[in-house]
Structures are given as C-alpha cells and as structure tokens.
C-alpha cells in the first residue's frame, strides 16, 4: 500500500474549520488506497501565546520545563484532528514525539533526532489508516519531552518520511518557493524545482520555506519534498537532486534575513585564550555564529559576528560569563541590520554574478557592513531600511 508523510503548519490548522477541511483531504487520500502519517503544527500563534505567559512569569524559565509546555500546542491539534477524522469513519490515532518513538539528543529547546522508532507505525498501520504525529518534539535518554527547535515540525516530517523510505509532502499557506518573497517583490517567479544545496542556503539565509535542517535530512537520504498551498490546486515546488538542465540560471533566489543581530567584540590586546573561551562557550550553548570578520591591529582586537536574534539572550550570558575574567572586554549587539543573500548553483561556473551584486549596491547607494561567500551565494550585511530595496533591485537585475 502507497504510504506518504505530509504535514500540514501553523497557519493550515490554525483554526477548527480548517483542521475539518484537512480532514476531509485526508479522507479522499485514504479512500484511494493510501497509509498517511500526518505531521501537525500547533494552530497559528498559539506557540507564540506560550512563550508571552512565560515571559510575563520569568526571563529565564527552566528549558526542561519550557521544553514541557510548548510542545501542548502540537498535542492540541493531534487530538482536534485526530477527533474529526474518527467522527469521519477514517481509522486514525494521535502520537506525542514520544509515542512516535522520536529519540532525540541534544539540548531540551534545540535537540536533534538520533532515531525513530519505526517498527511502532508497522505496527499501528495494520490497525489504523491515519497516523498524526505531534511535530517539533521528541524524548531523550532519559526519556524528557524535548523540542527540535525553528521549524521543528518540517524536521520531523522529513526525518518520518526518511525513516520510511517515502516521499514528504509540506503544506503551508504559500504555493511552493519563490524567487524571493512575494510580498517585498509581487514579481517572484513560483520555481518548479529546486535542487537541495540550493534550498539549503535559502533556507539558511532566511527564506522562511524550510529550516535547513530538514532539507539536509531529505538530501542525504535521497528523500523529493512537495511544498505546495494547503488545499490548492495550484502546482507547488520540488527540492529535489540537482536536477541536469540544458542551461542553469546563474541565480535563483534572493533570501532575505530580518531575525539576525550583528554582534561586535572588542578587547584591547589581541588574545587568544579569550577567543577559545568565546568559542567553547559558544558551542557549549549551541549558538550557531555566522558571517565572521576579525581585525587586529595597533588597537586591539575586533570581532564581529551575525548570529539568530532569537539567541540573544544566550550571547548576553555568555559576554556577561567573559567580562568576569576579561574586565576590559566590550562588546555591542545590534539589531538595526538584515542579511540579504543571493544564491544559485549556476554561480560555479558563471563569473560576473560577484559584480554585478556590487555594482547594484553601490550605484543605488546601499552601503553593506560585511559580506561571505560560499559557491552558490553571497550575502550582504545591511541596514534594515535598506533590505527590501535591495532584494527588489537584485531580483530585477537578475530577472527573478
């Protein structure tokens, strides 16, 4: 019997009338012969709503505890779809993380999936038609609720889809990738198929689609993903292997990233046990740092660094942990920047695209802060006010 994972996010549950729409998909999918495990996010903001009532208690909550209360949005719609598609005569069961057998490693809010019990679904399958797992979380070794982080539930989706050899279908409310974002350049060419590098470094450099961690699960077990709009007829888009064309486009995408700070270091020798330290710590707190400059010169060191926003706190501690045996450390973190990223796998072998980046920037004016490269991207640090003016300019240039 055909089986797929599909999962269905915040906004395509976010209410009761769209979760019994869902299900009345799932019932023409089951009708024509097919094994679903359905992967759901909690329903719109109500993650969003969590997190407020913790901050109104405590700056800094207990991450098992955390870990604990944000996974009860995801059990919320297990249980509302799971209802309907009883009331429906479709056979279908509710799985927690840990009644899925999602093992997971790694710290309670950021761990990440070592193995998935899959001899449990065989099992259930012979009894139900329907399996809906709660995304984003998991259970540890010592069987502790864990979270996966951003976008845990499409890293949940396709690590299920990998650990049963089938095809993932993601559905959200925008129908497939883009070029960019829709809504800072409405010209954005909706693409057909994407290739999983390329996909990763949107996804890294703040496309929004998908977290990059679920594309390199999908790529290294040769797992397609369908992203497509929930409960459209509109074609969606394929992350897939490359794909052999007659003639690559030099760039795809241009990605835009708002949810960064730009964090500078500053010490007035150059130091190299203090950067060890920083490191370590960093590492130890699992702060993924990106986009890094040094300067040492006559006056010091300088360190800069971008990093997510949503980790400041980590890196406030850290600094604070760094300025008890480094008094004379100082350091800024700044929130007034976006990284814009232009990415394509045609960049290998097309020269120019360097160029003509620098050349769009400087003659309209923007002024950039820092900017890295890797094969197939370039990214640019600059003022926020500047971001979206930038995207809708290199998107015109390249013809995107």
Not at 120 to 127: G, N, P, S, V, W
């Amino acid at each position: 019997m055909k089986r797929n994972v599909l999962k269905f996010g915040g906004t395509s549950v976010s209410s009761l009338g769209r979760i019994k729409d869902i299900a009345d998909y799932l019932k023409v999918r089951v009708n024509e012969g097919e094994q679903l495990i359905v992967v759901v996010s909690a329903m719109g903001k109500t993650t969003d709503a969590l997190l407020a009532n913790v901050r109104s208690i405590t700056n800094s909550p207990n991450e098992q505890d955390l870990a604990v209360l944000l996974t009860t949005g995801e059990q919320q719609t297990i249980s509302y779809l799971s209802i309907i598609l009883n009331d429906l005569g479709v056979s279908s069961k509710p799985l927690t993380g840990y009644q899925a057998g999602i093992e997971t490693v790694g710290h309670h809010l950021k761990s990440k999936i070592s193995k998935i019990n899959t001899k449990l679904f065989e099992q259930l399958f012979d009894t139900y038609d329907v399996l809906i797992v709660a995304g984003f979380q998991g259970f540890n070794t010592e069987n502790e609720i864990t979270t996966l982080g951003r976008g845990g539930s499409d890293t949940t989706a396709v690590a299920l889809a990998a650990a049963h050899s089938c095809p993932c279908e993601i559905y959200t409310d925008v129908a497939g990738v883009y070029s960019t974002d829709p809504r800072i350049f409405p010209q954005a060419k909706r693409l057909q198929v994407v290739s999983y590098e390329e996909m990763m470094e949107m996804s890294a450099l703040g496309s929004g689609v998908l977290v990059s961690r679920s594309v390199e699960i999908a790529k290294n077990y040769n797992i397609p993903i369908y992203i497509g709009k929930t409960l459209s007829e509109e074609k969606g888009t394929w992350v897939m292997s490359t794909i052999e064309m007659l003639e690559k486009k030099a760039v795809t995408g241009v990605a835009i990233d708002k949810d960064m700070i730009h964090v500078t270091l500053n010490y007035p020798v150059f130091d190299t046990h203090l950067l060890d330290e920083l490191f370590i710590q960093l590492e130890q707190e699992e702060v993924n740092v990106d986009m890094i400059s040094q300067i040492t010169n006559n006056e010091g060191l300088q360190l800069s660094f971008t990093m997510k926003d949503t980790e400041e706190h980590q890196i406030q501690k850290i600094f604070s942990h760094l300025q008890q045996y480094y008094p004379e450390l100082y350091f800024k973190i700044e929130n007034q920047f976006v990284k814009v990223s232009v990415i394509g796998s045609g960049m290998r072998d097309m020269p120019g695209v360097a160029s003509k980046v620098f050349r769009t920037l400087i003659e309209s004016n923007i002024p950039f802060h820092q900017v890295t490269t890797s094969e197939i991207s370039i990214s640019y640090v600059v003022d926020v006010k500047n971001g979206e003016k930038a995207v809708q300019l290199l998107c015109s240039r390249f013809e995107l």
